[in-house]
């Protein structure tokens, strides 16, 4: 059975930082990218990052950037989402999704392959 498995969520005041990771079960995440995506309540989903596994290409939402770091172990089928100088605004569940294509993933947020999520609160 394929399964994302997040975990790393937690309440955290603004300034601080947090570290999700997403493991993979069921399958080999070699030739996946990884993304991240989050959802606050009443909004819609958004993107935050994602990691091509082949070769290490990575993309940020313009609201992360320079705040958040995407990283993969390969050894442990493991993606990692770094999180620093957190905001309120940083607030909601965060999700992790798999798809071959990197490009797809970011572009379209859509995936066969979805974690059940990990709830992300910061304080102000």
């Known amino acids: 059975e394929v399964q994302l498995v997040e975990s790393g969520g937690g309440l955290v005041q603004a300034g601080g930082s947090l570290r999700l990771s997403c493991a993979a079960s069921?399958?080999?995440?070699?030739?996946?990218?990884v993304g991240w995506f989050r959802q606050a309540p009443g909004k819609e989903r958004e993107r935050v990052s994602c990691?091509?596994?082949?070769?290490?290409?990575?993309y940020y939402s313009d609201s992360v950037k320079g705040r958040f770091t995407i990283s993969s172990d390969n050894a442990k089928n493991t993606v990692y989402l770094q999180m620093n100088s957190l905001k309120p605004e940083d607030t909601a569940v965060y999700y992790c999704?798999?798809?071959?294509?990197?490009?797809?993933?970011?572009?379209?947020?859509?995936?066969?392959?979805w974690g059940q999520g990990t709830q992300v609160t910061v304080s102000s």
């Open positions: 990691i091509s596994r082949r070769d290490g290409s990575t």
């Open positions: 069921g399958f080999t995440f070699d030739d996946y990218a």
């Open positions: 999704a798999a798809d071959p294509r990197l490009l797809w993933l970011w572009v379209s947020s859509k995936s066969n392959y």
